[in-house]
């Protein structure tokens, strides 16, 4: 991984989990914070092995996909039950050539995918301003064993060192569009928290 130089933040609902991924698979910090969470809402201790269970799962697949940082949600709906987000910031070099590691490099490199009969996936590729500047925003439906919808914000880091990349996911592909709204919600406050970062 490349050598982040600098902090970043992103901000998600209160009613969302946030975690430190080495902690999260190395401390008790996710049961604190389901504790924390029963505690100030009881109605949820009949779900607190659920919720550990859900996090610690989330906490796994992000340490495996060397994710700098973590969160989850797991909210009921009425109509809905209970759903589930996902969040994932990941770190790369890029590439070798720092020319290839700018915006418009990247969104050159990803294939949009129309809507077509047979299938729910598709893909949409485009740039757009969250507030860490411009960024590679690429959603849609994945199709495969558990078909997702999801959103990735891919942005150069400041100064040549790599692309960190935002993924948020959901495995409610129904639905679909008010997923993409959080996401996208989620996605542009994303910001350096070094002022300096050039």
């Known amino acids: 991984m490349a050598d982040l130089p600098f902090g970043f933040t992103v901000r998600v609902p209160e009613s969302w989990y946030e975690f ?19 505690k100030a809402a009881p109605e949820l201790a009949p779900h ?8 610690r799962g989330v906490a796994d697949m992000a340490a495996r996909h060397g994710a700098v940082f973590g969160a989850a949600m797991t909210d009921h709906v009425e109509d809905a039950g209970t759903v589930m ?23 050159s490199g990803v294939i949009a995918v129309a809507p077509r009969p047979g299938t729910p996936a598709w893909r949409r590729v485009e740039i757009v301003d ?13 199709a495969g064993e558990i078909e997702t919808v999801g959103m990735q914000t891919l942005i150069p ?11 948020l996911t959901s ?6 569009e008010p997923m993409l709204d959080l996401f996208d919600a989620i996605s542009a406050t994303l910001a350096w928290s070094d002022p300096q970062g050039e």
């Open 20 to 38: 430190d991924v080495w902690r999260a698979a190395r401390t008790g910090d996710l049961a604190r914070l389901v504790d924390a969470r029963v």
């Open 85 to 107: 987000a996902t969040l994932m910031v990941l770190h790369t070099e890029g590439r070798a050539d720092p020319d290839g590691n700018t915006v418009e490099s990247i969104a």
């Open 157 to 167: 880091v400041p100064g040549g060192h790599g692309v960190l990349d935002l993924v």
């Open 48 to 55: 607190r092995s659920v919720l550990l269970k859900v996090l």
């Open 130 to 142: 969250v507030a860490a500047g411009r960024a590679v925003r690429v959603a849609g439906v994945e």
């Open 171 to 176: 495995p409610h592909v129904s639905l679909a």
